[in-house]
C-alpha cells in the first residue's frame, strides 16, 4: 500500500510530504519503502500566522477556524504537488496537523485535572479534493490513557530502524529534540523514547529577533560567535533536564519566551548578537549530549552505537559539529539518517505515514514505554473520502 506521510512541526517552517510504499511483515511487523519525499516551506505570513497562534494571548475564534481551514488548504496542495511530480497511486493519508497547544502533564481547569493537545487543519478539504481517506490527530487517544501524546515517532523508528547487533540513538532535531533509543536487539517494550529540549527552536527564535532571518543556515551564524559557557551551565539547571523520561517538551516549554530569557541572560555577557546565537547552538547540543549520559548511556553498554540524526537540525554544520564533539568521550558512530536510505527532512513524514497505516489496520501506534500511556491503543481519527 503506498501511504503519504504529511508533517509539519512545531518549528512551523512547512510542510514535507513522503510517499512511502509498506507492507505487513508477520503479525505485527512492516516494511517500510521512501518512494518520493517533498518539501514546501510556508510564506512569510503563514509561517507568522502560525507562530502567533501558537503563544497567542489574545485571538479570535474567526481567526483560529480560518487557520484550520488554511492549514487544510496548504497540506492537500502539497500532497498534490507531490503526487504531480511523482504519480503513484496513494490509497491513505497520515497527516500530523499543526500542533498549535501540548500540554503533556495534568493540569487543573475548571475543577477537573487533565492533560491536554490540539492539532489544527481540517482533513475534510484533503480527503474531499484528493479522494484519499486521511487519518489525523494522533496524539489524543495516547493521551487519553495517560500517555504524554508525544513522542509518535518511536515505534516508526523501531520498525525501520532496530538492529541485532548494534545499539540505535536516533534523534531528531526538529524545533524541539527528542531522541529513541533501540539498544542492540531490543523488544519493542525496551525502547526509551523522550524529548531532549530544545531543538532548533530556540536558534530559530534568535535569529528572528536578530537578524530577521528564519533561521541559521548552515549553522554559519553561530559559527561566528563565541559560546557563552556561564549561560549555557545555567540554562541546563532547569528542572526539565533532569526530569526522568518519560518526557515531552514543545513552545510551553522553550517558546519566545524562553528565547527572550536566554537573550537576556547572554546580553549579561556580551552584546555581540553572534555570540547569543552560538550560545543557542550550544545549549541545543549540551541539552542532547546530557540527556544521553543521563539517560540512554546506561542502556547501550553491550554494543557499539550509531547515533542517526535527523530533522532539519541535521543541515545545521555548526551544531553537528558540537554534538559530535559533545559525543567524542563515548566513541559512538555519529551520522544522520541520509546515510541510512532516510533523508533527514524526510523522516517523520515517513513516520506519520506508517502511523496511518498502522491505524488504517487497526494496530496500535504508541509504545507506551514512550509515551508513559497505560497500554498501546490505535491512535488517530479516519476522514473517510
Ligand atoms: N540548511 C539548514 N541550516 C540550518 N538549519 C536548518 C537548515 N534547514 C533546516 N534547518 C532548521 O530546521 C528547522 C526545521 O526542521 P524540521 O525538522 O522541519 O522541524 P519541525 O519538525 O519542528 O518542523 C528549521 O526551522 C531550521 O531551524
Ligand atoms: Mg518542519
Known sequence: MIVAGVMSGTSADGVDVALVKIGARGTDGASVKLLAHEAFPFSRAMRRAILEAMNAESTTTAQLARLGWRLGIAYTEAVQKTLTAHPCAVKLIGCHGQTLYHQARSGRFLERQFACTWQAGEMAVMAERLRIPVVSNFRPADMAVGGQGAPLVPLADYLCFRDLRRARVLQNIGGIGNVTTIPAGAPADKIVAFDTGPGNMVIDALMQRLFGRPYDADGRVAARGKVLNAVVREAMRAHFFRRTPPKSAGREEFGSGYADALLRAC????????????????????????????????????????????????????????????????????????????????????????????TWHQRPGNLPSATGAKRAVVLGQVTYA
Open 267 to 358: 546580553r549579561r555577557h556580551s552584546d555581540r548578537d553572534t555570540d547569543a546565537v552560538a550560545t543557542a547552538t550550544a545549549l541545543t547540543a549540551e541539552s542532547i549530549a546530557n540527556a544521553y549520559r543521563r539517560f540512554t548511556l546506561p542502556l547501550v553498554m553491550d554494543a557499539p552505537v550509531d547515533c542517526i540524526v535527523s530533522g532539519g537540525g541535521a543541515r545545521n554544520g555548526t551544531l553537528m559539529r558540537m554534538l559530535s564533539e559533545q559525543l567524542e568521550p563515548m566513541k559512538w558512530k555519529l551520522t544522520t539518517s541520509d546515510a541510512l536510505g532516510f533523508p533527514a527532512e524526510a523522516k517523520e513524514a515517513m513516520a506519520f505515514a506508517l502511523l496511518a497505516w498502522q
